[in-house]
């Protein structure tokens, strides 16, 4: 059973480029998080996500950004015009429905680290 | 809203000494609560969760963490370390009695074990 998949794992954009990110979560999974991590900064939610659905975009810079997890295919964070503050590793997690998202444990990918020029 | 602190960047331990991770969190209900370990250039990994029950909870790799409502704390213990314990760890909690299903993770506690 594959676990969560990240792609690309390494992205590079010059500022003012379009940085498009790729989730598949585990398979039988249905719950998708984005989170974004900084050095010295943790940890930080951007988006929650169900199929089709935007559940909590709390997190999530009001321009720029978006995400979308499609009834088929992998989930996508979008940046759009990056900025140097964009470059992070951007990590996804999956969970799956039911009382297995309740327990709120999730599985993680390996990330996908953007660096803005 | 939830919260979690990781009072310490950085903790130093001495091969087969027992080690303690700190964590204390904020939340309105019940809360249920994690711990997480990142190496170097990879993901989070689960390594244990309290949700109800026992206050001593068991986990991966010869982890250990205790509960402790009244002093807010689920701190992360080991009772021999090893060198390849050296790694980032994150205690996460989320709010158990309904709402978000979102958790919140602390800035993380850099473990580093010497030989």
């Known amino acids: 059973n594959a676990g969560v998949m990240q792609n690309p794992r390494h992205l590079v954009r010059r500022r003012g480029q379009e940085a498009r990110l790729r989730c598949s979560p585990m398979k039988g999974h249905s719950h998708v998080y984005w989170y974004r991590q900084l050095p010295e900064e943790g940890l930080k939610f951007m988006v929650y996500?169900?199929?089709?659905?935007?559940?909590?975009e709390s997190g999530m810079p009001k321009e720029r950004f978006s995400a979308e997890f499609p009834k088929e295919g992998p989930s996508i964070l979008r940046i759009q015009q990056v900025v140097r503050g964009d470059s992070a590793a951007y990590f996804c997690a999956s969970s799956p429905p039911g009382t297995g998202a309740s327990t709120g444990e999730l599985f993680f990918g390996e990330g996908s680290r953007l660096t803005v020029l | 809203a939830q919260s979690v602190a990781q009072p310490e960047d950085q903790v130093n331990v001495a091969e087969g000494n027992p080690l303690t991770v700190k964590c204390t969190y904020s939340?309105?209900?019940?809360?249920?609560l994690f711990w997480y370990v990142q190496y170097p250039n990879r993901g989070l990994q689960f390594l244990l969760k309290?949700?109800?029950?026992?206050?001593l909870v068991k986990g991966s790799y010869g982890f250990e963490a205790e509960f402790n409502k009244s002093q807010t704390s689920f701190h992360l213990k080991k009772p021999s370390a090893l060198v390849s314990d050296s790694a980032l760890y994150f205690c996460a909690v989320r709010d158990g009695t309904g709402g978000s299903y979102i958790p919140t993770f602390g800035r993380g506690t850099s473990l580093i074990v010497h030989p």
């Open positions: 939340v309105s209900g019940n809360p249920y």
């Open positions: 996500l169900q199929k089709e659905n935007i559940i909590d």
């Open positions: 309290y949700i109800t029950g026992d206050n």
